[in-house]
């Protein structure tokens, strides 16, 4: 069982910054990759960032250049700085852990609770 805990978000204003930290906890296994998705209501979900064990990252191209990820792997946690924020960027952030295994390739995914980001002009 493995169990996924965001913390950070709150309210910002407009042109401000927050720290998001996901920690991770259970039998992990690795390589794997880690992941903030937002949602707000009635739109899809989105990939914000992504990164792997290794520390390769992905980044939305709407984010690029304000957010940054970072992991430690000692501690499973994961960190997203989010800087120069906008009212776009207000959602639902979700950490996401997923790896795939061996012989029959089997995908196991996770997902935390969810932390609200919002930002006010």
């Known amino acids: 069982q493995v169990q996924l805990v965001e913390s950070g978000g709150g309210l910002v204003q407009a042109g401000g910054s927050l720290r998001l930290s996901c920690t991770a906890s259970?039998?992990?296994?690795?390589?794997?990759?880690m992941a903030w998705y937002r949602q707000a209501p009635g739109k899809q979900r989105e990939l914000v960032a992504s990164?792997?064990?290794?520390?390769?990252?992905n980044y939305a191209d709407s984010v690029k250049g304000r957010f940054t990820l970072s992991r430690d792997n000692a501690e499973n946690t994961m960190y997203l700085q989010m800087n120069s924020l906008k009212p776009e960027d207000v959602a639902v952030y979700l950490c996401?852990?997923?790896?795939?295994?061996?012989?029959?390739?089997?995908?196991?995914?996770?997902w935390g609770q969810g932390t609200q980001v919002t930002v006010s002009s």
């Open positions: 996401n852990l997923e790896w795939v295994t061996g012989y029959f390739s089997t995908r196991y995914v996770y």
């Open positions: 990164i792997s064990s290794g520390g390769t990252t």
């Open positions: 259970g039998s992990i296994f690795s390589p794997n990759t």
